[in-house]
């Protein structure tokens, strides 16, 4: 399975942010699979951002709730990640992520929040 994130790179504080996983090898709907997005900020640990389930179950991250929104389009197995009200502490490098039977990640989209 690989997964691929895509995005804009810089984004303008207050602007909303929209990044794409596109999952190649395997389906997002396959049985038991949480396709999750994570981040990582200059200098600090990974952050889980919220994630889907196989079935669309939605799995929050209490600290992000209020800001983003976790999608998908199973006829383009493709998981999307809309993040709002951006601000420069958002600068990281996101990543999707699916975890299973097994557990595998993207390479990772570097998004910067300047203006």
């Known amino acids: 399975v690989q997964l691929q994130e895509s995005g804009p790179g810089l984004v303008k504080p207050s602007q909303t942010l929209s990044l794409t996983c596109t999952v190649s090898?395997?389906?997002?709907?396959?049985?038991?699979?949480?396709w999750s997005w994570i981040r990582q900020a200059p200098g600090k640990g990974l952050e889980w951002m919220g994630a889907?389930?196989?079935?669309?179950?939605?799995y929050d991250s209490p600290s992000l709730k209020s800001r983003t929104s976790i999608s998908r389009d199973t006829a383009k197995n493709t998981v999307y990640l809309q993040m709002n009200s951006l601000k420069p502490e958002d600068t990281a490098v996101y990543y999707c992520?699916?975890?299973?039977?097994?557990?595998?990640w993207g390479q990772g989209t570097q998004v910067t929040v300047s203006s």
């Open positions: 992520s699916a975890e299973g039977r097994r557990y595998y």
């Open positions: 090898g395997g389906s997002i709907t396959t049985n038991y699979y949480y």
């Open positions: 889907i389930a196989y079935s669309g179950s939605l």
